[in-house]
């Protein structure tokens, strides 16, 4: 049975978490090619496997050839029914009735990014599919161009995929830095080819994308764990300064409660931006705090007794060092939390979320980084 202040906790966290994930939006990628080309592959390597899991997807348009898939902060807009090359004239009019529709919408419900798909070993590409190349270009999306499963010995690429990128970089097309991309999405152990190329598109597309969902892509992708910390960061960073400000004015204990708000709020964040979901991220918060039996004020007193100089009489004040030093520390030892479980580095134990291992991780990186910032200050 849960306790009452886990049952708090929880709701309070899920809110946080819904309000930061609307907050963040959505990037919508689209993705075109012709049948066979590795398109889920490359999604589910770079985005993880979430929208595979999502089935068919909702129709976008009436034509009913146009899915958009959507998981959390990631949409994926792919075909049905139509084939690249034989009927672009078909996909490009309910593409173009799709976008005049979406720029009256939110950004979070626009098109944001097209990738274009081109299987390496086929060493064949069509003017059809350059003709729909540009005809997504004037559309007004940004289109960059991946060369699927591209054998690599060492730094070297096969010699047929790169005279097939010369081919198609001759015909000037109008693809995002002018670059085509080598990729292969899977390691293949049989063959000794390592997957290799994801961080390059991932890049591009971030470069293509509108500013205003880079933070959507962050959350979304599950290859570069340096731009969600430096997202993750900055969330720190806010209610650190946002928590010293309130300590400049000394809280007693008994009401370190006002400090709670901004520690979930930092948290929700934080798992979002890692990708982690409501659900996993709930319980694992509940863990990670183990609070005790006072909604909010345990917490703060049951967890700041370990940052140094904080004193531990129950109405001494909490100075603005002291408040602003326990809320950097937990909000890294948060992130330490979320980047084990994007990982999927924290098991299970009978089914359920390893809590002794949540509560370990972070309460060993919780004393660390209160103590580091205690000596830099």
Same mark, same amino acid.
Request: proline content about 4%; charged content about 20%; overall charge neutral.
């Given at each position: 049975?849960?306790? #009452?202040?886990?049952?708090?906790? %929880?709701?309070?966290? %899920?809110?946080?978490?819904?309000?930061?994930?609307?907050?963040?939006?959505?990037?919508?990628?689209?993705?075109?090619?012709?049948?066979?080309?590795?398109?889920?592959?490359?999604?589910?390597?770079?985005?993880?496997?979430?929208?595979?899991?999502?089935?068919?997807?909702?129709?976008?348009?009436r034509a009913e050839h146009l899915y958009l898939h959507q998981s959390g902060t990631l949409g994926v807009l792919d075909t049905r029914g139509l084939e690249v090359g034989r009927d672009n004239?078909? @996909?490009? !009019?309910?593409?173009?009735?799709? @976008?005049?529709?979406?720029?009256?919408?939110?950004?979070?419900?626009?098109?944001?990014?097209?990738?274009? =798909? $081109?299987?390496?070993?086929?060493?064949?590409?069509?003017?059809?599919?350059?003709?729909?190349?540009?005809?997504?270009?004037?559309?007004?999306?940004? +289109?960059? @161009?991946? @060369?699927?499963?591209? #054998?690599?010995?060492?730094?070297?690429?096969? #010699?047929?995929? &790169?005279?097939?990128?010369?081919?198609?970089? /001759?015909?000037?097309?109008?693809?995002?830095?002018?670059?085509?991309?080598?990729?292969?999405?899977?390691?293949?152990?049989?063959?000794?080819?390592?997957?290799?190329?994801?961080?390059? $598109?991932?890049?591009?597309?971030?470069?293509?994308?509108?500013? %205003? +969902?880079?933070?959507?892509?962050?959350?979304?992708?599950?290859? *570069?764990?340096?731009?969600?910390?430096?997202?993750?960061? +900055? /969330?720190?960073?806010?209610?650190?300064?946002?928590?010293?400000?309130?300590?400049?004015?000394?809280? #007693?204990?008994?009401?370190?409660?006002?400090?709670?708000?901004?520690?979930?709020?930092?948290?929700?964040?934080?798992? $979002?931006?890692?990708?982690?979901?409501?659900?996993?991220?709930?319980?694992?918060?509940?863990?990670?705090?183990?609070?005790?039996?006072?909604?909010?004020?345990?917490?703060?007193?049951?967890?700041?007794?370990?940052?140094?100089?904080?004193?531990?009489? +129950?109405?001494?004040?909490?100075? !603005?060092?002291?408040?602003?030093?326990?809320?950097?520390?937990?909000?890294?030892?948060?992130?330490?939390? =979320? &980047?084990?479980?994007?990982?999927? &580095?924290? %098991?299970?134990?009978?089914?359920?979320?390893?809590?002794? !291992? $949540?509560?370990?991780?972070?309460? *060993? &990186?919780?004393?660390?980084?209160?103590?580091?910032?205690?000596?830099?200050?």
């Amino acid at each position: 049975m849960a306790k #009452p202040t886990d049952e708090w906790f %929880g709701q309070a966290f %899920g809110k946080a978490w819904k309000d930061k994930a609307e907050e963040i939006g959505r990037f919508n990628l689209a993705i075109f090619g012709k049948t066979g080309v590795g398109k889920s592959t490359l999604v589910n390597a770079i985005f993880g496997s979430e929208i595979a899991k999502t089935g068919i997807g909702e129709p976008v348009t009436r034509a009913e050839h146009l899915y958009l898939h959507q998981s959390g902060t990631l949409g994926v807009l792919d075909t049905r029914g139509l084939e690249v090359g034989r009927d672009n004239a078909a @996909l490009i !009019a309910e593409l173009k009735d799709y @976008l005049h529709g979406m720029r009256r919408k939110p950004l979070a419900e626009q098109l944001h990014v097209a990738w274009y =798909c $081109v299987r390496a070993p086929d060493r064949r590409f069509e003017s059809t599919e350059a003709d729909f190349i540009r005809a997504l270009r004037e559309l007004g999306l940004p +289109v960059i @161009l991946v @060369l699927t499963q591209v #054998p690599r010995a060492g730094d070297r690429v096969h #010699p047929d995929a &790169e005279a097939l990128a010369a081919s198609v970089a /001759a015909l000037d097309l109008p693809i995002q830095d002018g670059l085509i991309h080598y990729t292969m999405a899977l390691a293949d152990e049989f063959t000794g080819q390592t997957a290799y190329g994801l961080q390059e $598109v991932l890049d591009a597309t971030f470069r293509g994308a509108p500013d %205003g +969902v880079a933070h959507a892509i962050t959350s979304a992708q599950r290859i *570069d764990f340096d731009r969600k910390r430096e997202r993750a960061e +900055v /969330a720190v960073k806010a209610a650190t300064a946002a928590a010293t400000t309130a300590g400049a004015s000394p809280i #007693p204990f008994s009401d370190a409660a006002i400090l709670v708000p901004l520690q979930i709020g930092m948290m929700a964040s934080i798992a $979002v931006t890692y990708g982690v979901s409501i659900e996993r991220s709930t319980a694992a918060s509940i863990a990670a705090t183990a609070a005790a039996t006072t909604a909010g004020r345990s917490v703060v007193t049951n967890m700041i007794k370990f940052v140094p100089g904080a004193g531990t009489a +129950v109405a001494a004040p909490i100075s !603005a060092t002291v408040a602003g030093t326990f809320t950097y520390a937990m909000g890294h030892a948060w992130m330490r939390v =979320c &980047e084990r479980l994007a990982r999927g &580095e924290l %098991g299970v134990v009978g089914g359920a979320l390893d809590s002794d !291992a $949540v509560h370990r991780i972070f309460m *060993d &990186e919780f004393k660390s980084r209160a103590s580091r910032r205690k000596l830099a200050t």
